[in-house]
């Protein structure tokens, strides 16, 4: 095999793995978000969105608000200050990877 076609061959994997990511969600998929929005869960949709992203430093912070909340049985002060700064970085995210992340995003 020549460079040139190993070069293209590696180029296409690398784009292949890369957009591997990029796909809608579901309609089961959004449903999931919007009932933990309906339960007022609005720490585990964000996790739940992380977790389907694979973004582990997003999916740990709102795995730490989760576990906070239930031990005090109530959101501390200053989640939501954390909630916001987490959810720009998650829109971040989310608006190259998934086509549809306006729909997701309302779901929220």
């Known amino acids: 095999m020549k460079k040139e076609q190993l070069k293209e061959l590696i180029k296409q994997e690398v784009k292949t ?5 990029e796909a809608n969600y579901s309609e089961a998929e959004l449903n999931r978000v ?3 929005t309906d339960r007022n869960q609005h720490f585990e949709a964000r996790h739940y969105i992380a977790k389907n992203g694979s973004y582990e430093k997003l999916r740990k912070a709102y795995q730490a608000l989760i576990d906070l909340q239930s031990a005090l049985g109530h959101s501390p002060r ?6 916001q700064d987490l959810d ?5 995210y989310i608006s190259k990877d998934i086509p549809n992340w306006e729909e997701v995003w309302k779901r929220l």
């Open 17 to 21: 793995m890369l957009t591997e990511k």
């Open 34 to 36: 919007a009932q933990f």
């Open 78 to 83: 200053g989640a939501d200050k954390i909630r």
């Open 88 to 92: 720009k970085d998650l829109k971040k």
